[in-house]
């Protein structure tokens, strides 16, 4: 794309993907200021409505410094559109590409570090449910092993995770982070807070002496067809 074509970009913004970029922009200053990345780490992104386009935050930017002017456009296929000509999608791109083609009903990836739930990854086993909250709303988080960032590989393990576990909200990433995919920008970083809040309370709980497969089974009682009470309790 030529620089000039780059340089009109934003007098041909429509309304509705500025109020988008309004939203993805502020997403990506929570999570920071939230304490779920550092530095210029994570990435967030959001499907443009009724179009086959994505938007996703740059590449070498903190995202406490995200605006609706350095987030880049890119197409389903995860090649840029339009966008500042100083700025670059994140490497992180394709994968968030991959999801949006698998899971059609997925509208925005949250994409973060946070440090329970990237503690937890480097056990390399899915996330404990040991809250009621994260069993109704989790399910299951499943774990995608270690890949380089932006590499194909680590796009194949996310997008292989996604397909093969079609009611998965979220997916841990071996010594990474997390991805949350949700309906929309609210869903999805609300997504990604419950995984290290998950996290944060399984490490409390482990601390605390408290065996993690009772606490899991305490959590999933209310759940209708959960798990099946701890031999000898009393309901």
Same mark, same amino acid.
């Given at each position: 794309?030529a ?15 500025? &109020?988008?970029? &309004?939203?993805?922009a502020?997403?990506?200053i929570r ?8 530095a ?19 590449t ?5 410094l995200t605006t609706i002017?350095?987030?880049?456009? =890119? ?18 791109t ?10 059609? +009903?997925v509208?925005?990836? =949250? ?13 390399? +086993? +899915?996330l404990?449910l040991?809250t009621?909250?994260?069993s109704?709303?989790?399910k299951?988080?499943?774990?995608i092993?270690?890949a380089?960032?932006?590499s194909?590989?680590l796009?194949?393990?996310? +997008? ?13 990433m071996r ?14 970083y ?11 309370i ?13 606490a899991? &089974?305490?959590?999933f009682?209310?759940?209708?067809g ?10």
């Amino acid at each position: 794309m030529a620089t000039g074509e780059l340089l009109r970009w934003d007098m041909e913004m429509d309304s509705l993907e500025r &109020e988008l970029r &309004e939203k993805l922009a502020w997403t990506a200053i929570r999570s920071y200021r939230r304490g779920h990345v550092a530095a210029a780490g994570g990435n967030v992104s959001a499907r443009v409505p009724g179009r086959d386009e994505v938007l996703i935050t740059p590449t070498g930017v903190s995202l406490e410094l995200t605006t609706i002017d350095n987030i880049v456009k =890119v197409d389903i296929n995860a090649n840029q559109i339009d966008g500042h000509p100083t700025c670059k999608p994140s490497k992180e791109t394709g994968f968030h590409c991959a999801v949006y083609r698998t899971r059609p +009903e997925v509208n925005a990836i =949250v994409h973060v570090h946070p440090p329970y739930c990237t503690a937890f990854s480097n056990r390399y +086993e +899915e996330l404990p449910l040991v809250t009621v909250s994260a069993s109704v709303g989790l399910k299951a988080v499943p774990i995608i092993d270690v890949a380089l960032s932006g590499s194909a590989e680590l796009r194949g393990f996310v +997008e292989d995770a996604f397909r093969m576990n079609p009611m998965a909200k979220a997916v841990m990433m071996r010594a990474h982070g997390v991805i949350a995919a949700g309906s929309d920008l609210v869903n999805a970083y609300d997504i990604a807070d419950l995984v290290e809040n998950t996290a944060k309370i399984a490490f409390l709980t482990q601390g605390f002496g408290v065996s993690m497969d009772d606490a899991v &089974e305490v959590a999933f009682r209310p759940v209708p067809g959960g798990r099946p009470l701890p031999a000898g309790a009393v309901e």
